[in-house]
């Protein structure tokens, strides 16, 4: 059996506490200004480092690699990676498979005290982690915080859940047996995160695939690498056997597919566009010869969220739960709003005042704490400036609507608001995951709640309004896996928000739920007859039995 090497566990007559969420870190305090950029110059004495392919705790390199870049300094490489492709799939699987033998026996508790380890270091160097989102990905201070908080509440909440559920029981006892109800392992795993919660996403798929006795071939994003190679390095710290987590950065062609294909990869957890989402389940979908099993995909594939803005609402909340679901991370997450929804009687002043509060934010490097940001990549730079131009032939632009040049090149785009936008454009319709919001205008509340469910997704949702009859109309008919009232769309809270969308938003998966650990775990009801059973009970079991 594989031993796990952890700091002592509590004292059986010590619980542990009860979970909540990570706080957030106060930036405006001098100490916490202080402390970011100390970890932003230690971080800076690391760019460039090279890191390993690890499959079955072996160190590799290979002779093609993978660059990340800073998307505010192009040129500045974060880090250099090996780049994993078919040839490796085997091994990892082998290895993979090998530890799967051991780790799988491993109690649950130890395993949720190691994810219970990893968020103490954590923890401890949080402001070094929010450093590297910050250089990595190009998240402003506050949202890199966000995104390391909830990496700690992934791996807290997935620590408690597992342990609840290996408490469970069947529902009833059956007269003369002894009922069991066990979560089982699924086998090995295929995580493919994406980049723009590369932490949180990455590790919280990762920790509840361990934490069920799973083992993983991790896949990160090749704009996102250098994080989850720290996440690894802290796995290995905290004392995970070899084998259970394979570190594998590649191309999705070269090795994600072929992993996804493969007979005996038992799930595949992703986040990431709808494209390559469907390709995953589709691929997933066909038996390979030698697989005895129909394989788990757990998806999660964007959206294009819309805010309903009704005139009884508080008009000040709205713009401002408007902005900053659109343009917090530069309206790069699944969740943003890109479409505000607005009531005919108040659309002028509301966006009057839109125009007003968006023209606030200022642009710039993200380590110096500039609200705006770059995107991503130059594809994604591209892709949202082409994005605007449609724009600009199906609306009118209030604010942006152009690229900002810097120095030092960055992929920076200024947030867009696009006004009088039809329910059917483009770019009502379409995820450009960046900074362009379209505006448009509803003529009535049944207007605005079809409006809102006139696209192939269906994440993230608001409403604000001050109305009991229309909230409680939204929360029947508007058609979201997350939906929010009088407030932003986006920052769901682990254990107060399980996060996950109905249509092509994905399989709903429900991340930071009571229900996710399920999807990672297969039910095994074991019965065992005890004493002596009567005729009657024979004769009932009999016929209730299946």
Not at 171 to 176: E, M
């Amino acid at each position: 059996m594989a031993t796990v090497n952890l700091a002592p566990p509590l004292p059986a007559s010590v619980p542990r506490p009860a979970y909540t969420n990570e706080p957030f870190v106060d930036f405006s305090q001098p100490e916490n200004k202080r402390r970011m950029q100390d970890a932003l110059a230690v971080v800076q004495s690391q760019l460039g480092r090279e890191y390993d392919i690890i499959i079955g705790g072996k160190h590799l390199k290979t002779k093609e690699k993978i660059v990340s870049v800073n998307p505010a300094r192009p040129a500045q490489a974060i880090g250099v990676h090996q780049r994993a492709s078919a040839e490796h799939v085997e091994d990892a699987m082998h290895a993979a498979q090998t530890a799967f033998a051991s780790w799988s026996r491993v109690p649950v508790k130890q395993r949720a005290e190691l994810l219970f380890r990893v968020a103490s270091l954590i923890r401890e160097r949080s402001f070094e982690f929010c450093a590297w989102l910050t250089v990595e990905v190009g998240k402003n201070w506050g949202e890199a915080d966000a995104d390391v908080g909830e990496t700690i509440d992934f791996l807290e909440f997935y620590g408690r859940e597992a342990l609840r559920l290996d408490e469970a029981k069947t529902p009833i006892q059956f007269p003369g047996e002894r009922n069991q109800l066990r979560y089982i392992p699924l086998g090995v795993g295929a995580v493919i995160p994406p980049w723009n919660f590369p932490f949180a996403i990455m590790a919280g798929m990762t920790a509840a695939s361990i934490v069920c006795g799973n083992v993983v071939i991790l896949k990160p994003s090749v704009d996102a690498p250098t994080i989850a190679a720290k996440f690894m390095e802290l796995l290995e710290e905290a004392g995970l056997p070899d084998g259970v987590v394979n570190f594998c950065p590649g191309e999705g062609p070269e090795f994600g597919s072929e992993v996804v294909a493969h007979p005996q990869t038992r799930f595949i957890a992703f986040t990431g566009s709808k494209a390559v989402g469907l390709e995953i389940h589709e691929r997933a979908a066909k038996t390979q010869p030698g697989q005895i099993f129909i394989k788990r995909t757990i998806l999660e594939m964007g959206g294009k969220d819309s805010i309903i803005v009704e005139a009884d609402c508080d008009l000040d909340a709205a713009v401002e739960g408007v902005a900053v679901s659109a343009f917090g991370f530069n309206g790069q997450k699944c969740s943003a709003c890109s479409r505000a929804i607005v009531a005919e009687s108040i659309y002028d002043l509301f966006c009057d005042r839109l125009q007003e509060r968006v023209a606030k934010i200022k642009t710039g490097d993200p380590a110096e704490n500039f609200y705006g940001g770059p995107v991503i990549s130059d594809k994604a730079y591209r892709k949202a400036l082409a994005y605007i131009e449609i724009g600009k032939s199906e609306g009118t632009v209030l604010n942006g609507g152009h690229a900002i040049e810097t120095p030092e090149g960055g992929f920076y785009i200024a947030p867009t608001v696009i006004a009088d936008v039809a329910p059917t454009a483009r770019i009502a319709l379409e995820e450009i995951f960046g900074p362009v919001l379209a505006v448009i205008k509803s003529q009535s509340f049944d207007d605005a709640l079809a409006i809102a469910n006139n696209t192939e997704y269906g994440l993230t949702g608001a409403i604000y309004s001050n109305s009991r009859e229309k909230l409680d109309r939204a929360r029947e008919e508007f058609h979201v896996g997350n939906l929010y009232f009088n407030r932003k769309c986006t920052g769901a809270m682990v254990g107060a928000h399980p996060f996950g969308g109905f249509n092509m938003s994905g399989t709903d998966s429900k991340a930071g739920g009571p229900d996710y650990l399920l999807l990672f775990t297969q039910a095994k009801s074991i019965a065992e007859k005890i004493g002596h059973s009567t005729p009657a009970q024979e004769k009932q079991s009999e016929q209730m039995g299946m």
